[in-house]
């Protein structure tokens, strides 16, 4: 069985304290409150096996979403310094999937698995982690018929100068990125909440 150490508030407004030498000290609620704090916050020592899981797998999560947010904000960056600029940016993108996200999701994917199996209050039947495997399989997805062929897609756009094509390729990969970044906030959201 499992504990989690949490600081303790002692409500005791005013108590007596008997110090080393035999003198008497009146301690306040907030000094108990302090050491309590002292006795329970942990320290690096206490780091367990899946404190580390859930860093490497928080670590997974934010370099999706940051990833998700830089790419929302490069393009118009990109497009006022030159059309070569946007275009190298958009086949930059296409092998992020690759490069970036695939590693990131199997970084996700292990550690949500380990800690699965290490944990006696959740199991693979529980919500938030079939929303997390869900997650994964929707990004894969994503990854390999839309933002891989649509970086590309773009890019080819640009260098043609076509402004229908430019217009159609970038609306879909914004449309998906930000279906992509709402179920991926819908995810985080789960696992905060252990939705089960
Ligand atoms: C893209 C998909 C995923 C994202 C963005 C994500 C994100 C997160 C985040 C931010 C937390 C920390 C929540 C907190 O500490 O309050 C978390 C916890 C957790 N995740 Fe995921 N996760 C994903 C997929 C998965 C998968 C596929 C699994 C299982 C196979 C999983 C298993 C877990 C578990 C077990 C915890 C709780 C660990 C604990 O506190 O004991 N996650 N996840």
Redesign the pocket.
């Known amino acids: 069985m499992k504990t989690t150490a949490t600081p303790m508030r002692v409500d005791v407004e005013i108590a007596a304290e008997r110090q080393p030498g035999g003198s008497v000290r009146l301690a306040t609620e907030r000094s108990y409150e302090m050491q309590a704090w002292k006795r329970y916050s942990p320290r690096l020592a206490d780091v367990s096996y899946?404190d580390v899981?859930?860093v490497l797998?928080?670590a997974?999560?934010?370099t999706?979403?940051g990833a998700n947010v830089v790419q929302a904000v490069v393009p118009p960056m990109a497009a006022r310094r030159s059309a070569e600029v946007l275009a190298g940016w958009y086949r930059i993108t296409s092998s992020l999937a690759k490069r970036l996200y695939v590693p990131a999701?199997i970084l996700?994917?292990i550690?949500?698995?380990l800690?699965?199996l290490?944990?006696e209050?959740?199991g693979?039947g529980?919500l938030?982690?079939t929303?997390?495997?869900g997650?994964?399989v929707v990004?894969a997805l994503l990854g390999q018929f839309v933002f891989g062929p649509g970086g590309d897609a773009a890019a080819d756009a640009v260098e043609s100068g076509d402004g229908v094509a430019i217009r159609s390729t970038v609306a879909r990969l914004t449309r998906f990125g930000i279906i992509d970044t709402l179920l991926?906030l819908f995810?985080?959201t789960?696992?905060?909440?252990?939705l089960s």
């Open positions: 899946r899981l859930l797998h928080i997974g999560a934010g999706w979403l999701a996700i994917l550690t949500g698995v800690m699965v290490d944990s209050a959740y693979f529980s938030f982690v929303i997390g495997f997650m994964i990004g991926l995810t985080i789960a696992m905060v909440l252990r």
